[in-house]
T-cell receptor, first 118, second 117 residues
Framework: GAVVSQHPSRVICKSGTSVKIECRSLDFQATTMFWYRQFPKQSLMLMAT???????TYEQGVEKDKFLINHASLTLSTLTVTSAHPEDSSFYIC?????WGSGANVLTFGAGSRLTVL | AQTVTQSQPEMSVQEAETVTLSCTYD???????LFWYKQPPSRQMILVIR??????QNATENRFSVNFQKAAKSFSLKISDSQLGDAAMYFCAYRSASREYGNKLVFGAGTILRVKS
């Protein structure tokens, strides 16, 4: 139980284009979703926190116009990297927080998305 | 603000032996949760073990156990009978029990664990 699906797992795009990454909670309602960025052999850096139906809260130094986050439903959040540049190439991970069927508070991670900008 | 420190960038262990990964944290809160996550080469984050700060008893999950020292703000992970599949990056993480922070995790820098056969 408490499964989070993240799609696509890998994406390659040209510089200047936009890319959307989806994060879905499959068997629970995710009231909060977190988006992280991870460079090789480094820790996860929190980019933003999104609560269903409200605007995302971005961490200091993260450009909200560059990384658009939408959390329109209790099962789906999206991260759109706008006008992507090679320096945006990275591994992006989402995690979803909510109440699972048993009533337990859960926090589950997606498998991540590797973005390569050419 | 809370911080988590993992002072060992890399560790090695012989298969079947025991290894301990260190983690310290800084917080002014008395109620919180601590976690160890494993990130294998697939990059999927996997929860290894969890500890509630209000519990004095150290958490155990099969071959994985923790040494939680609340006063010292230390939370080390012991892996017994190490297996090749334990090779991964391990992250220590902190979560406040305050509703203000929701389920937001603060991660340490990570420790790469190599298992030798």
């Amino acid at each position: 139980g408490a499964v989070v699906s993240q799609h696509p797992s890998r994406v390659i795009c040209k510089s200047g284009t936009s890319v959307k990454i989806e994060c879905r909670s499959l068997d629970f309602q995710a009231t909060t979703m977190f988006w992280y960025r991870q460079f090789p052999k480094q820790s996860l850096m929190l980019m933003a926190t999104s609560n269903e139906g409200s605007k995302a809260t971005y961490e200091q130094g993260v450009e909200k116009d560059k990384f658009l986050i939408n959390h329109a439903s209790l099962t789906l959040s999206t991260l759109t990297v706008t006008s992507a540049h090679p320096e945006d190439s990275s591994f992006y991970i989402c995690s979803a927080s909510g109440i699972w069927g048993s009533g337990a508070n859960v926090l589950t991670f997606g498998a991540g998305s590797r973005l390569t900008v050419l | 603000a809370q911080t988590v420190t993992q002072s060992q960038p890399e560790m090695s262990v012989q298969e079947a032996e025991t290894v301990t990964l260190s983690c310290t944290y800084d917080t002014s809160e008395s109620d919180y949760y601590l976690f160890w996550y494993k990130q294998p080469p697939s990059r999927q984050m996997i929860l290894v073990i969890r500890q509630e700060a209000y519990k004095q008893q150290n958490a155990t999950e099969n071959r994985f156990s923790v040494n939680f020292q609340k006063a010292a703000k230390s939370f080390s992970l012991k892996i017994s009978d190490s297996q090749l599949g334990d090779a991964a990056m391990y992250f220590c993480a902190y979560r406040s029990a305050s509703r203000e922070y929701g389920n937001k995790l603060v991660f340490g820098a990570g420790t790469i664990l190599r298992v030798k056969s």
